[in-house]
């Protein structure tokens, strides 16, 4: 197993240093991938610094800020242009451990090969610490939302943390992957349910950000509803459709 860990970043300065050690320290060999949008709080220079000490660390620069799923897709194509079997999404802020991660890893590279391990909140064994009860109600409901709209069998659809298998990815056509909003986790999920893939969850404990500001704003997160709903509709339709042509 040779698995890349991708943590995209915007004005991360604060929580980036942590998250980068923690990694480090609980998988010494590990490869990561920043993917820096040009923070202005000099998040992408720490990132090089690092990089420029440590052979694993790798930084991407993008201009500006393209967004979370952009930033993902660049460094999903960064990625399998290597021959790494494994790609991580990861956020840079200390809401994903680095403990989890090394369960996922182990999950990931069991004797059923799983496409995909979802970090899960919301299987038994996972949790949320400290996270406000508003977002951890945003979340549940979120879930619920697009498990009854996409009829996707699993209990953290919208989830961040996640390992895919690169080869997986690879076979998968990304080019029109939706990026609006935070609903772009959920188009990765429903694209590799769709593909047949072998979709697992592991349990995680998930933390409130550290420090820093949130770049979930309520715009985003109702571009992701509203994308959900349509999506949702189309679903439906066409099962309405395969069961009344039977
Ligand atoms: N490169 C890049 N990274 C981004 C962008 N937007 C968010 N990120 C990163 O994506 C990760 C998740 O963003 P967060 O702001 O933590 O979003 P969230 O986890 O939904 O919200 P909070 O944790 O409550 O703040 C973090 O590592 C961010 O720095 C972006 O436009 N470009
Ligand atoms: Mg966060």
Do not use: C
Request: proline share 4%; glycine share 8%; aromatic share 8%.
């Amino acid at each position: 197993m040779k698995p890349i860990v991708i943590i995209p970043t915007y004005n991360e300065i604060e929580t980036l240093p942590s998250t980068l050690d923690r990694v480090k320290s609980v998988l010494p060999e590990i490869d990561i991938l920043v993917v820096d949008d040009g923070s202005p709080d000099g998040t992408g220079d720490y990132a090089d610094t690092r990089a420029a000490a440590d052979a694993t660390i790798h930084v991407l620069h993008r201009p500006g800020k393209g967004g979370l799923a952009a930033a993902y897709l660049a460094g999903f194509a960064w990625a399998l242009e290597s021959d790494y079997t494994h790609v991580v999404q990861m956020d840079a802020d200390g809401s994903h451990r680095a403990g989890d991660l090394k369960n996922m890893l182990e999950r990931a590279d069991g004797a059923d090969e799983p496409d995909l391990v979802i970090g899960s909140r919301w299987v038994p064994g996972g949790g949320v610490v400290n996270w406000p009860r508003s977002r951890q109600y945003l979340s549940r409901l979120g879930n619920l939302y697009n498990r009854a709209a996409l009829g996707l069998p699993y209990a953290d659809i919208t989830a961040g943390f996640r390992v895919y298998r690169a080869d997986t990815l690879r076979a998968l056509d990304l080019n029109d992957v939706e990026i609006v909003g935070y609903y772009w986790q959920t188009d990765m999920t429903q694209r590799l349910h769709d593909h047949g893939a072998h979709i697992v969850e592991e349990p995680i404990t998930f933390h409130e950000r550290e420090a820093g500001e949130s770049k979930l704003s309520s715009t985003i997160f109702f571009e992701s509803l509203k994308e959900s709903t349509k999506r949702g509709f189309r679903h439906h339709t066409s099962l309405a459709k395969s069961i009344t042509k039977r």
